[in-house]
């Protein structure tokens, strides 16, 4: 693979409802490798053709064809972005909590992802929302997001609903760590508000996401709020205590370490685009996702260029493409000819 194929392999950008030939550029161009559906597609069928599509586009390289990763965020309540027929409207995060046979009704909504040709789904929640904190925490309780305001709860759901997905051949992506049950500001909205004052590295709320991870999910999403107790005032995606130290080191995730958006959201809005991409590698993170996909060639060649005058960099930067393709041969995506 060329440089440039290497740092695509370690981008997600959104694909908005429309023609499916919306990301061929950054395909073909810079060897995007990953996708995510936004802005509320309709119908399994329309969903499916470009998905196939994406998987026609994707690079053959020395006679191996690597798909892509395809994702929804289908998580339920107000975050389900595939909507219409062959599509099951998913109950909240708190009602799905109630469900006693939560990982077969998973299955289930899993079960149509994969056959609209999604293989990757942003969800769960893991985040613990305290009940006296409750709706005031705008990115996770207003919506009732969570599975529940213990960390048993939260654990609980998350690890029945990412069971599920994986039974139906849907990779999960527990989501958002070290947790963003406890502040107030939505990071994808404002930068106030998105602190953390209580967590620690020995969070109790830590417990959902390593029993999620116990469980055998690959994908873990690292959000952009901060922890001052941790690492001062680092978003927590750009922190390599975060990201290496707890994630890595101390939970042993050995898999594929994704952001939250990083092409909108305010909480990071202040550092430029090409260092949004760098940093997270940096960290020990693996696939900058991006809600704007004319990021992609900047993000790109800040990672190829700090790879050539970095080697400490360019050793970060090939653990984190041998980690995307080790998890795309797990789900059968290179293909030989």
Known sequence: MTPTQQAGQLLMAALQPGPATGLDPYISGQGLGSMLYLGGWKDSGTVRAASDHLQQASPTIDGTTIGMLIAADQEGGEVQQLTG?????????????QDPNLRGSATTWGTELAKAGVNVNLAPVADTVPSDVGTANAPIGQYSREYGSTPQAASAGAVAFARGMQDAGVEPTVKHFPGIGRITGNTDVTAEGTSDEVATTKDPHLAPFADTIESGTKIVMVGSARYPKIDGDTPALFSEKIVDGMLREDLDFD??????????????????????????VDAGGDIVLTAAPDQVPTMVEALTTKAT??????????????RVLTLKEDMGLLRCH
Do not use: W, Y
Not at 85 to 97: D, Y
Not at 262 to 279: L, Q, S
Not at 309 to 322: C, E, G, L
């Open 309 to 322: 005058q970095d080697k400490a960099f360019a050793t970060k930067m090939n653990a984190s493409v041998t």
């Open 255 to 280: 898999g594929v370490v994704i952001t939250d958006d990083v092409g909108a959201a305010k909480a990071v809005a202040a550092t430029p685009v090409g260092e949004r991409a760098t940093t997270f």
């Open 85 to 97: 027929s062959g599509f099951t409207q998913i109950p909240t995060g708190l009602e799905q909590a």
